[in-house]
């Protein structure tokens, strides 16, 4: 008798706002996953996954999968391994963290984790409990948000906005610095609804991307100067009294000091700055106050640069002068992650590091962190703010002699990389690495420990791009001898001789209780039977979901046009002009002259040449179609699909660099060089090199990605990187040598 094969319903764990719920299906009899599809009555997942997930039974039985845990046998980076027992593995370890703890104590212990897995548990649920106990350094997880977020929280008082579902309602679309056919495609179908019923789609972006394309209309812009376009609408929009002045009277403070601020900054101003024609803003301006309503589909491109945190809050600011949180699918959308009040302490265990309180590095300055000179690790330390200051060197804390990466691959994804290798290449470093496969990163490790994928483990899903909480069930055994992440800390812990119970409870215990800990009301009425037996559901508010129709979750219930909050903590209390990193003082300067002659007639405009230095461009390196971040970024068939690492290039550029399509280049700054294939284009604003990413380093074609160019520079706010925010030279590869 054979028995019909079993649907086991799960969620897809990866950094992308969709967080589709999918469905296994299992064949009973050899216990193998044979088909993976879309959960056809998940609201927003209807039944499809993305072209790279709709593969994840490829992924997780592919040959390269790690089986077993691994000891270096050759030296740092070589990638040379022995097979090795869990047993021998973990008591090695243990003996090793033990030794590191006497020397120079738990601060010396360093984890690194990114978003691998979204999932509450096998994110940072055992792992925090298990560096929590230990004391170890604390990490800020900035690599991603949380410039945008920052910039968004001090104007909103919550990062949230309209539903997906709700966009449909929009009477105008601006998708700003978001490539949504690539990044966040189960949001597009409600674009369409909105698009069937009449609502233009405007695309602001550096790229006429795949999502520019298929929209009604493409905006260039340069790089980082999204918040002087906010500014110019911002100004129209009071010189033009198209604000709601009911809406702004009831709901927002410092609506006069605003008017003020924007009188500085007219589109003609703005033109200079971002390149976007100034009678282009006036009619966007207009266009955007008369929808009824209006959204802002922002995401984190137009964050990833040094005054990012400033764009973010200007452009925050807009739907509130307008009123359009007032209506169904009006306002911005950058995360839903607010939305959501999960109290995570019982989870990660908070009261296991007592009184203690060590310190903090950020992630973003790994090289740094990693680095022997105290002034280096100084530099290492979190300080997001204007206020917050960064340690004396003889402060900054012990070396870091352990580092512990899991869900994450540093020797790609973190800026720096000549910094972040020469750290990793210590030989008295001991590096420990969680992983499904052999990346850049456990080619570092001295033990690399095979972790279980989402078809092999039980956890939660918070989506930060809609409201629907979802369970991971897993549908088979973990392949080979791997482990979840949180058994692999919990043995961890055991090993290191921690008795307490945190770590002798087991995943679906803590999970449950994680559940049963909310007290928050959107959690009302979702229960741990409730997720088991329908796998994802709404979080508890209501119908349609208007988070700021009336008031904002900030000190005074009022959207903060004025931020004293923001003046506290070191910045403008307004919104601001502040420039990117790539714009020399001189091409500043220049734009500062430009504000002060504020009545220019048409032929006294400034044109965009103003701003473009021609010996150098700028670099942004946004995600690759076919991967997620460097994740499918080792399977032939994602690298095929995305084809070889490429450079795109204005035809200008190229013609005055004499670079032409298919050409091998070099871009080139003080921190490296990497070697890219020419994409000549038309479809990137000249002045600007766009590389989509992130590839890893060791199948590129000089052994090297893009993060060699990248710096680490922190951002205005969050301490976030600058991935887009990097000047370049690029120049044709000149001999065959030097395209090793
Ligand atoms: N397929 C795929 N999907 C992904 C990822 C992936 O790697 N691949 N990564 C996931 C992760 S971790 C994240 S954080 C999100 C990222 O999500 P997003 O940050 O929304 O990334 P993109 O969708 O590529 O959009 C970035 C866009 O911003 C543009 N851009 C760059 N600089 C600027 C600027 O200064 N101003 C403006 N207006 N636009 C700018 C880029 O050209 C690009 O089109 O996507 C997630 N989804
Ligand atoms: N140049 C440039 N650099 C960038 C970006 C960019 O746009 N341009 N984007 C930045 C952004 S937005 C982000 S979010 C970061 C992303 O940086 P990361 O979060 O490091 O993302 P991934 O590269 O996908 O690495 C995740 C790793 O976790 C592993 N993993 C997945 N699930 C599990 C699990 O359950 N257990 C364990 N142990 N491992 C698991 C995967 O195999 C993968 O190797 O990169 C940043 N770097
Ligand atoms: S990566 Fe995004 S779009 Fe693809 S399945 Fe996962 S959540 Fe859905
Ligand atoms: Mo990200």
């Not at 997906?164 to 674009?191: K, V």
């Not at 020797?411 to 052999?438: K, S, W, Y």
């Not at 069930?473 to 058994?487: H, Q, T």
């Not at 046009?561 to 003082?585: C, F, H, I, K, V």
Request: with cysteine.
């Amino acid at each position: 008798m054979t028995s019909s094969p079993t649907l086991i319903t799960g969620v897809c764990p990866h950094d992308c706002p969709d967080t589709c719920a999918w469905q296994v299906t299992v064949d009973p009899a050899t216990g193998r996953a044979i088909r993976i599809q879309g959960h056809p009555d998940h609201p927003i997942t209807r039944g499809r996954l993305c072209g790279k997930v709709d593969r994840y039974l490829e992924r997780t039985y592919h040959p390269d999968r790690l089986p077993t845990p691994l000891k270096r046998v050759g030296p740092k980076g070589a990638g040379r391994f022995q097979p090795i027992s869990w047993e021998q593995a973990l008591r090695e370890i243990s003996e090793r963290l033990g030794e590191i703890v006497a020397r120079y104590g738990p601060e010396a212990i360093m984890p690194f984790s990114y978003a691998g897995t979204m999932g509450v548990l096998q994110g940072e649920g055992m792992a925090a409990r298990f560096f929590n106990r230990l004391g170890a350094t604390r990490l800020a997880r900035t690599i991603c948000s949380e410039a945008g977020f920052e910039g968004f929280q001090y104007v909103t008082g919550r990062v949230m906005g309209p539903a997906p579902e709700d966009f449909a309602h929009a009477q105008l679309i601006l998708i700003w610095g978001n490539n949504t056919l690539t990044s966040n495609m189960h949001l597009w179908p409600f674009i369409l609804q909105a698009r069937k019923r009449g609502a233009p789609v405007i695309v602001i972006d550096p790229a006429r991307t795949r999502t520019a394309r298929a929209a009604d209309e493409w905006i260039p812009i340069q790089p980082g100067t999204d918040g002087a376009l906010a500014l110019a609408m911002m100004h129209v929009i009071v010189a033009e009294d198209l604000v709601d002045r009911d809406y702004v009277r009831r709901y927002a403070t410092g609506f006069e000091q605003l008017q003020a601020r924007v009188q500085a900054f007219p589109p003609a101003w703005a033109e200079a700055v971002t390149g976007v024609p100034a009678e282009r803003i006036v009619r966007l301006a207009r266009e955007y106050a008369a929808a009824r309503p209006a959204v802002i589909r922002v995401n984190y491109g137009l964050q990833r640069h040094a005054a990012g945190g400033m764009a973010m809050r200007n452009i925050a600011t807009l739907p509130a002068l307008v009123g359009h949180w007032r209506y169904r699918g009006g306002g911005v959308m950058l995360s839903a992650s607010g939305a959501f009040h999960l109290d995570k302490s019982v989870l990660k265990r908070t009261d296991l590091l007592g009184e203690r309180q060590p310190r903090i590095l950020n992630m973003i300055r790994l090289g740094d962190a990693l680095s022997l000179d105290p002034e280096r690790r100084a530099r290492a330390h979190y300080a997001p703010r204007p206020v917050d200051r960064k340690p004396a060197p003889e402060d900054a804390g012990p070396p870091v002699m352990a580092l512990m990466v899991y869900n994450s691959n540093p020797a790609a994804v973190a800026p720096d990389q000549n910094a972040v290798r020469a750290g990793l290449a210590r030989e008295d470093l001991f590096t420990i690495v969680l992983e499904h496969f052999q990346t850049d990163t456990a080619d570092y490790a001295d033990y690399v420990l095979p972790a279980t994928t989402q078809l092999e483990h039980w956890d939660i899903l918070k989506p930060y791009g809609h409201l629907y909480l979802a369970l991971n069930r897993p549908a088979i055994a973990p392949v080979g001898e791997s482990l979840p992440n949180s058994e692999i800390f919990r043995r961890l812990a055991r090993g290191v001789g921690f008795d307490d119970d945190a770590f002798g409870q087991d995943d679906v215990s803590i999970l449950r209780e994680f559940i049963e800990a909310q007290t928050h009301p959107t959690m009302a009425g979702i229960t741990w039977e409730r997720l088991l037996a329908e796998g994802f559901v709404r979080l508890t508010l209501p119908e349609p979901f208007l988070p700021f129709a009336e008031g904002f979750p900030t000190d005074d219930g009022k959207c903060q046009l004025y931020s004293q909050r923001m003046a506290d903590d070191g910045y403008d209390p307004l919104p601001a002009w502040t420039p990117p990193n790539w714009m020399s003082e001189d091409q500043r300067l220049k734009i500062n002259d430009q504000r002060e002659v504020q009545t220019l007639s048409p032929d006294q405009r400034p044109s965009t040449s103003l701003i473009i230095n021609h010996q150098s461009l700028t670099l942004i390196s946004p995600p690759a179609h076919n991967f997620l971040n460097t994740t499918f970024a080792n399977l032939a068939r994602f690298r095929r699909r995305e084809g070889e690492p490429v450079v795109w290039i204005h035809s200008e550029d190229a013609r005055a660099r004499d670079i032409s399509e298919g050409d091998a280049v070099t871009l080139e700054n003080d921190r490296g060089q990497v070697q890219l294939t020419a994409w000549v284009t038309d479809d990137v604003m000249s002045g600007v090199l766009l590389a989509p990413t992130i590839w890893w380093a060791k199948l590129s074609p000089d052994g090297r990605n893009v993060n060699w160019l990248v710096s680490q520079d922190e951002t205005d706010m969050g301490g976030s990187p600058t991935f887009y925010d990097v000047r370049v030279t690029v120049r044709k590869t000149s001999s065959p040598s030097e395209h090793s």
